[in-house]
C-alpha cells in the first residue's frame, strides 16, 4: 500500500467517524433546535411585534419596535413581580440551601439504615409539583390546616392565620412548599460532593488542632465551592422557571404577592392573551437568569485543590 | 470513651430521626388525610393518627373521578416519551463522551443552555407552532414538549456514565469485527444500565409531575394527564380533601415506588453529570 493511500484511508475513515459522531448526536440536536432554540427565536421576534395569536396573519405586521418594552418598564405590575420573583428566587434558594447542607452532613455520617434514610430523605424529589402544592395548601388551609393548630397549640399565634388571603404568608407558604420541593437536589449533590472530598484532608487537620467547627468550615466547605456554585446556579434557574407550585397554591395572589415573573408570562400570555407583551417579559427573565448563573460561577468558581 | 461513643450515635439517631419527621410530615399528613372519612374531615382538632380509617375516599375517587383515565393519560404519555428520550439522550451522551471534533462540545454547551430557559416563556412559541401543526390537544405534542426537557440533562448525565466506560473495549470488539454501532449497542450500553436507569427514572419524575405545557396544549376532561386532573379538584367550589390526597396518592404512589428502587442510579447520575465540579 503506497503512503498516500493509506493516508487517504485515514481521512476517509476520519470523515466517516466524524459524520457517525454527528449523527448519534443529530436527535437531540434536532429536537433541541425545534423545541427550545426556534421558539425563543421565534419569541424573541413576537416581544418587537404586537402578535395576536388568533389573527390570520399571526401579526407580524406592522412597525417593529421597543413598545412591549416600554409598555413592561412602564408597568408597575411588571417591577411588582420582578420584586416578588427576586425574594422567591432568594428564600427559596436559602432555605433549601440550609436544609440540603444540614441533611446532607447528616446523612454522610456513617450509622446503620443511612441507605434507607438517604432515600427517604429525597422523597420529596419525585412528588410532583402539583401534588406538592395540594398538600401544602390543605396544611396551610385557614380553618381546618393542621399548621395554624400547631403554631396555636404552641402558642406562636392567638388566632388563626388566613395563610392565602394576606400577601406575607401567601408568600411564605408558596415559598415553604417549594422549599420542601427543591431541597433533595442540594442533598443529593452536596452529599456527591462530601464523598469526594479525601478522608485525610480531615485527619491531617485533627493532627493540627482543629475542630469540628473549623474541619467544617475550611475543608468541608471550602472543597464544596464548586459544588455549591453548580448546584446554586441550577436551583436558582430552576426557582426562576417554577410555575406549578405558584400556579395551583395562589395562581399569583392576593393581588400579586405570589406572581413571579414565569407566572406573570403565563397569565399575560393564557389569559389576557397578550402574547408579544408576555414574550418581552420572558425575554427579561431569561436575561436575569442568565446574569444570576454568571454572578454564582464567578463567585464561586476558585477551586479549592 | 465507648460511652461518648454510645451517646454520640444516640444523638445522631434521634437527629436524623427527628429530621425525618419533620420533612416527611407533608406527605404523612397526606396519607392521613385520604384514609379519613369524609364527614369528620373537617373537625377540629386535627387527628394526627387515623382512628377511624377508612377507605372511602379513595373509593369515591376512583369510581366517581376519572382518575383512572388521567392515570392512563399520564402513563402512555410517559412511557412513550422514556422510549425517545432515553436512546436520543443515551447516542448524544455517548458521542459527547467518545469525540472531540468541533461542534460536539458546542453542542453540549448548547444542550447546557436548553435546560435554563422558562417553560412559560416557550411555551407561548410552542403554542402558535402546535396550533399550526394542528398538534394542539394531541399527546404527540406533550411527549415532543416533554422530551426535550428531559434530553439536555439526559446527555450529561449519559455522558458521565459512559466516560467511565474505557474504550478499550470497543476497540476490542471492533478489532473482532463489530462495527463501531454494533460495539456501542452490544458492548457499551449493557456496562451502563445504571446510566440508562438514572436518566428513566429521570425522565419519569419530570414527565409525570409535567404541568405547564399538559395544561396548557392539552383540553378535555378525558385527555388530561394527572397533575391537570389533580389541580383540577382545587379549583372546585368545595374541596373535598380527603378525596383530592386520596387521588394524589394513587397518582405519586408509582413514581415514588420507582425512585425507592433506583434513587442510587440517579444519585450516581447525578454525580456523574459534572455537577459534581
Keep these: ?305 | 470513651m465507648l460511652r461518648r461513643h454510645r451517646l454520640n450515635s444516640l444523638v445522631l439517631y434521634v437527629l436524623v430521626i427527628g429530621t425525618l419527621a419533620v420533612l416527611l410530615f407533608p406527605l404523612y399528613w397526606m396519607l392521613v388525610t385520604a384514609l379519613r372519612p369524609g364527614n369528620v374531615l373537617l373537625s377540629w382538632p386535627p387527628q394526627f393518627f387515623p382512628a377511624d380509617a377508612s377507605l372511602s375516599a379513595f373509593r369515591r375517587v376512583l369510581g366517581e373521578t376519572l382518575i383512572f383515565r388521567w392515570f392512563l393519560n399520564s402513563t402512555v404519555v410517559a412511557a412513550v416519551t422514556i422510549a425517545i428520550a432515553v436512546p436520543v439522550s443515551s447516542l448524544a451522551g455517548y458521542a459527547m463522551s467518545r469525540f472531540r471534533y468541533r461542534g460536539v462540545s458546542e453542542t453540549g454547551f448548547l444542550l447546557l443552555v436548553a435546560r435554563m430557559l422558562p417553560a412559560s416563556l416557550l411555551i407561548i412559541p410552542l403554542y402558535i407552532l402546535f396550533a399550526r401543526l394542528g398538534l394542539i390537544n394531541n399527546y404527540l405534542a406533550l411527549v415532543i414538549a416533554n422530551t426535550s426537557f428531559v434530553v439536555p440533562f439526559g446527555a450529561w448525565m449519559m455522558k458521565g456514565f459512559f466516560d467511565s466506560i474505557p474504550r478499550e473495549l470497543e476497540d476490542a470488539a471492533m478489532i473482532d469485527g463489530a462495527s463501531a454501532f454494533g460495539a456501542l449497542l452490544r458492548v457499551v450500553m449493557p456496562l451502563s444500565l445504571p446510566g440508562l436507569a438514572a436518566t428513566t427514572i429521570y425522565c419519569a419524575i419530570l414527565t409525570w409531575g409535567e404541568f405547564v405545557f399538559a395544561t396548557t396544549l392539552i383540553s378535555g376532561e378525558s385527555r388530561w394527564t394527572g397533575p391537570i386532573g389533580i389541580a383540577a379538584f382545587n379549583q372546585q367550589y368545595r374541596i373535598e380533601w380527603n378525596d383530592i390526597m386520596a387521588a394524589s396518592l394513587i397518582f405519586v404512589l408509582p413514581v415514588v415506588v420507582l425512585f425507592g428502587f433506583l434513587e442510587r442510579y440517579l444519585v450516581q447520575g447525578i454525580a456523574a453529570s459534572g455537577v459534581k465540579g
Excluded at chain 1, 393581588?255 to 417579559?281: C, K, N, W
Design chain 1, 1 to 305: 500500500m503506497t503512503p498516500s493511500l493509506a493516508r487517504r484511508r485515514r481521512l476517509v475513515s476520519a470523515a466517516r467517524s466524524r459524520l457517525y459522531a454527528f449523527a448519534l448526536l443529530a436527535p437531540a440536536i434536532i429536537v433541541v433546535l425545534l423545541v427550545i432554540v426556534y421558539p425563543l427565536v421565534v419569541a424573541g421576534q413576537m416581544s418587537f411585534y404586537d402578535v395576536h395569536v388568533f389573527r390570520r396573519d399571526r401579526g407580524f405586521t406592522g412597525t417593529p419596535g421597543w413598545f412591549n418594552y416600554i409598555d413592561m418598564i412602564e408597568n408597575a405590575a411588571f417591577w411588582r413581580s420582578l420584586r416578588v420573583t427576586l425574594g422567591y428566587v432568594f428564600w427559596g434558594t436559602v432555605g433549601s440551601f440550609g436544609i440540603g447542607l444540614f441533611t446532607a452532613v447528616l446523612l454522610h455520617q456513617p450509622f446503620r439504615g443511612r441507605f434507607l434514610a438517604r432515600v427517604l430523605v429525597m422523597m420529596p424529589w419525585p412528588i410532583p409539583g402539583v401534588v406538592a402544592a395540594t398538600i401544602f395548601m390543605w396544611m396551610f388551609n385557614s380553618s381546618f390546616g393542621v399548621i395554624n393548630y400547631l403554631l396555636l397549640q404552641v402558642g406562636l399565634i392567638e388566632s388563626s392565620i388566613p395563610w392565602f388571603t394576606r400577601a406575607g404568608p401567601a408568600f411564605f407558604a408558596v415559598t415553604l412548599a417549594t422549599i420542601w420541593k427543591g431541597y433533595p437536589f442540594f442533598t443529593v449533590t452536596l452529599l456527591a460532593g462530601m464523598q469526594s472530598i479525601p478522608r485525610e484532608l480531615y485527619e491531617a487537620a485533627r493532627v493540627d488542632g482543629a475542630n469540628a467547627v473549623q474541619q467544617f468550615r475550611h475543608i468541608t466547605i471550602a472543597a464544596l465551592r464548586p459544588v455549591i456554585g453548580i448546584a446554586l446556579v441550577i436551583s436558582t434557574l430552576w426557582l426562576f422557571r417554577v410555575f406549578d407550585i405558584i400556579f395551583v397554591m395562589t395562581g399569583g395572589g392576593p393581588s400579586g404577592a405570589t406572581e413571579t415573573l414565569a407566572i406573570q408570562i403565563y397569565r399575560e400570555a393564557f389569559q389576557y392573551f397578550q402574547m408579544s407583551y408576555a414574550a418581552a417579559v420572558g425575554m427579561v427573565t431569561l436575561l436575569l437568569s442568565v446574569i444570576a448563573t454568571f454572578v454564582y460561577l464567578r463567585a464561586t468558581s476558585k477551586s479549592f485543590y
